[in-house]
């Protein structure tokens, strides 16, 4: 078993930055990739940004050059560093831990950028 917790939501205005952190705990020693999913009112859940054990990261077209994932594998934490932050990456965001057959999922944090 994997526990997620998610921290550093809240409100922001248009432009501003926002540190999302997600630390994990249990059977840890067996992720692999861990990342940042999104979900809007009325949208459905998608990427943001994955991150995998040795720090190769991936990103979704919308946040290129304005978020940046990064993982502290002593401390089993993922974090999301958020500038430039708009109106439309208001969002419940979710941290997710994946395993060899199991993945895990955090309980999300809001994020609400206003213009």
């Known amino acids: 078993q994997v526990q997620l917790v998610e921290s550093g939501g809240g409100w922001v205005q248009a432009g501003g930055s926002l540190r999302l952190s997600c630390a994990a705990s249990?059977?840890?020693?067996?992720?692999?990739?861990m990342g940042w999913y999104r979900q809007a009112p009325g949208k459905e859940r998608e990427l943001v940004a994955t991150i995998s054990r040795g720090g190769s990261a991936n990103y979704a077209d919308s946040v290129k050059g304005r978020f940046t994932i990064s993982r502290d594998n002593a401390k089993n934490t993922v974090y999301l560093q958020m500038n430039s932050l708009k109106s439309e990456d208001t969002a419940v965001y979710y941290c997710k831990a994946i395993r060899p057959g199991y993945d895990s999922w955090g309980q999300g944090t809001q994020v609400t950028v206003s213009s």
């Open positions: 249990g059977s840890t020693a067996s992720i692999s990739v």
